[in-house]
């Protein structure tokens, strides 16, 4: 039957060999009846048996669920019984505010943040709930208030209200000591049109914070955030931002303090750049700064803003005499330690400009070496980096030996990567000069 055309009708020698199959086909079929008949039976029987056996179940469950509760109860009956003559009722209130704090330091329910420990915002709440007097404490212990997390992808509309009470809560119990900020997501989950209660307050405890950790990735930078640090900070210590953008083109403007005479370290990761206040505002206090700028423009004015600066690290995207301040010079007798990283564009003259008679430890690095002239790195060697003692180089190559005559205080010598002409560039170091008959760099002492 499996050979028979299916597209055209049966010839008689066929038709006959397939009633003669049929007829063998409806024989089996009758003989399969009884044996039917016997497996509906004994599938309704087990059918049977299963539901009887889940009702037995639900029931010896309902049992033993009655039984935890009442379990549970009385856990917290005695708990509570002896909660009224446990040792800790006794303690003075300063002593119990303490115990708070270890708490919160040790709580499990928070991760570690940066080797620091764990920052947790939520122990004042629940020390606060359990009794009158606990809470008559917490709410007296501003250290408990100070750190506030975040989240803005969880600043759902039908929350907007709990989280502005939240951040208003934490800002008014913490007292006079200033608040801890850690900020995660994307601020563009914050519905907009509803939200303004809640920027108004983020931006106030912004102006009460001494630390503040930025961590987002977003579309790019928008006004009601931005906004928030476009103020005066009299009490911020530390600023953090790892902000990561979705399109290269993303607006990246951050406008800045116009004020933060505490200061001490700044990192704005993720090409994040400053706009700073048309005063031109100086963090006398600033020491230790992580930043990118776009230009020289940007450059000029960090080291106006940050005198005081002894540690920096810094990636310049355009350095360009084209677009730069007239009067760009930049000076510096605190910088100890630079680690310049330059973008594609980068001037000889402008580097020429630049003087840290200061500077100890040093790291220099190109974006796109083979489109930097060879003087713009002797320019770097010769005038800003002539006095350091350590120096740290992208590449062993022979154009860095014209720069490095003038590294005459230099000790320790490291190098990144090889190129072709790293085995020239080991003997004009390792050799005496043909001309001057002295070592290339005097006082080296270690190349890595």
């Known amino acids: 039957m499996d050979q028979l055309d299916g597209n055209r009708y049966a010839t008689s020698a066929e038709a006959a060999l397939l009633r003669e199959q049929i007829r063998i086909d409806e024989a089996a079929k009758i003989s399969l009846?009884?044996?039917?008949?016997?497996?509906?039976?004994?599938?309704?029987?087990?059918?049977?048996?299963?539901?009887?056996?889940?009702?037995e179940l639900n029931s010896a469950q309902s049992v033993y669920d009655a039984v935890a509760a009442r379990e549970d109860e009385l856990d917290i009956r005695i708990s509570l019984a002896?909660?009224?003559?446990?040792?800790?009722?006794?303690?003075?209130?300063?002593?119990?505010?303490?115990?708070?704090?270890?708490?919160?330091?040790?709580?499990?329910?928070?991760?570690?943040?940066?080797?620091?420990?764990?920052?947790?915002?939520?122990?004042?709440?629940?020390?606060?709930?359990?009794?009158?007097?606990?809470?008559?404490?917490?709410?007296?212990?501003?250290?408990?208030w100070r750190e506030l997390r975040i989240q803005f992808d969880r600043v759902w509309l039908s929350r907007i209200k709990r989280w502005v009470d939240y951040l208003d809560v934490h800002r008014r119990r913490s007292?006079?000591?200033?608040?801890?900020?850690?900020?995660?997501?994307?601020?563009?989950?914050?519905?907009?049109?509803?939200?303004?209660?809640?920027?108004?307050?983020?931006?106030l405890c912004v102006a009460q914070a001494c630390f503040i950790s930025v961590r987002s990735t977003s579309t790019e930078l928008e006004r009601p955030f931005s906004d928030c640090f476009n103020q005066d900070a009299p009490y911020l210590v530390e600023?953090?931002?790892?902000?990561?953008?979705?399109?290269?083109?993303?607006?990246?403007?951050?406008h800045f303090f116009r004020s933060a005479p505490l200061l001490r370290r700044l990192t704005l990761g993720a090409s994040i750049i400053p706009i700073w206040h048309p005063s031109l505002p100086t963090f006398p206090a600033l020491?230790?700064?992580?930043?990118?700028?776009?230009?020289?423009?940007?450059?000029?004015?960090?080291?106006?803003?940050?005198?005081n600066m002894s540690f920096l690290d810094i990636y310049a995207g355009d350095l360009g005499s084209a677009e730069s301040p007239s009067d760009f010079s930049v000076h510096s007798d605190v910088l100890r330690t630079l680690n310049w990283n330059t973008g594609k564009v980068c001037d000889a003259s402008l580097v020429r400009r630049m003087h840290l008679p200061a500077l100890e430890t040093a790291f220099l690095s190109f974006y796109e070496r083979s489109e930097v002239p060879d003087d713009t790195v002797t320019a770097f060697l010769r005038h800003p980096m002539c006095n350091v003692?350590?120096?740290?180089?992208?590449?062993?190559?022979?154009?860095?030996?014209?720069?490095?005559?003038?590294?005459?205080?230099?000790?320790?010598?490291?190098?990144?990567?090889?190129?072709?002409?790293?085995?020239?560039?080991?003997?004009?170091?390792?050799?005496?000069?043909?001309?001057?008959?002295?070592?290339?760099?005097?006082?080296?002492?270690?190349?890595?």
């Not at 599938?43 to 539901?51: F, I, T």
């Not at 007292?175 to 209660?197: E, Y």
């Not at 020491?287 to 005198?307: E, K, N, Q, S, W």
């Not at 990144?416 to 790293?422: A, G, L, P, R, V």
Request: glycine residues 6%; contains cysteine; hydrophobic residues 40%.
């Open 82 to 144: 002896r909660g009224h003559f446990h040792p800790i009722r006794r303690l003075p209130d300063e002593i119990l505010a303490h115990v708070f704090l270890e708490w919160k330091k040790e709580c499990p329910d928070c991760d570690v943040y940066d080797n620091e420990g764990p920052k947790c915002d939520h122990v004042c709440m629940r020390a606060a709930a359990v009794c009158r007097w606990w809470r008559r404490v917490a709410l007296r212990s501003h250290e408990l």
């Open 175 to 203: 007292g006079p000591l200033p608040l801890v900020l850690n900020i995660a997501g994307d601020w563009q989950d914050v519905p907009a049109g509803h939200s303004r209660r809640f920027w108004a307050s983020l931006k």
């Open 33 to 55: 009846q009884p044996e039917k008949m016997r497996a509906a039976a004994a599938l309704k029987e087990r059918r049977h048996a299963m539901s009887q056996a889940r009702e």
């Open 239 to 254: 600023l953090r931002t790892e902000i990561w953008f979705r399109s290269h083109d993303a607006n990246r403007a951050l």
């Open 287 to 307: 020491t230790h700064v992580d930043i990118d700028t776009p230009d020289a423009y940007g450059v000029f004015d960090l080291f106006r803003c940050m005198p």
């Open 389 to 448: 003692h350590c120096l740290t180089l992208e590449l062993l190559e022979v154009a860095i030996l014209d720069g490095l005559q003038y590294t005459r205080r230099v000790t320790t010598l490291r190098f990144q990567d090889f190129t072709e002409t790293s085995e020239a560039a080991l003997q004009g170091l390792s050799g005496h000069t043909s001309e001057t008959g002295g070592w290339l760099c005097p006082l080296l002492a270690h190349v890595t």
